[in-house]
């Protein structure tokens, strides 16, 4: 069994940036690939990024593209999401999930964390 904590979220203005990080326990971090989901108020859950298990890949939602960065440290169990260029439609709660294969797009996941909430502020 894989936990997820997500942490780094909070209340931001527009433009600036965050960084958020999932810390996987209880299982070999190095097995799954990670991703990064968004849910706003009133809206289903949305894909944002993943990222395959030796971070060699990386896919993006259109939406987050060029703004934000997936990336993984498999020696500290990590995956981190940067997001630069913060816009209130960022607004959400994030989740991260761990995944034993690497499906771009997919939102069948092993694992989900209990989120982050990110508040971006006009």
């Known amino acids: 069994q894989v936990q997820l904590v997500e942490s780094g979220g909070g209340l931001v203005q527009a433009g600036v940036s965050l960084r958020l990080s999932c810390v996987a326990s209880g299982g070999t971090f190095s097995s799954y690939a990670m991703g990064w989901f968004r849910q706003a108020p009133g809206k289903e859950r949305r894909f944002v990024a993943v990222?395959?298990?030796?971070?060699?890949?990386?896919y993006y939602a259109d939406s987050v593209k060029g703004r934000f960065t997936i990336s993984r440290d498999n020696a500290k169990n990590t995956v981190y999401l940067q997001m630069n260029s913060l816009k209130p439609e960022d607004t959400a709660v994030y989740y991260c999930g761990a995944n034993i294969g690497y499906y771009p797009g997919s939102y069948e996941y092993d694992y989900w964390g209990q989120g982050t909430q990110v508040t971006i502020s006009s």
């Open positions: 990222i395959s298990r030796s971070g060699g890949n990386t």
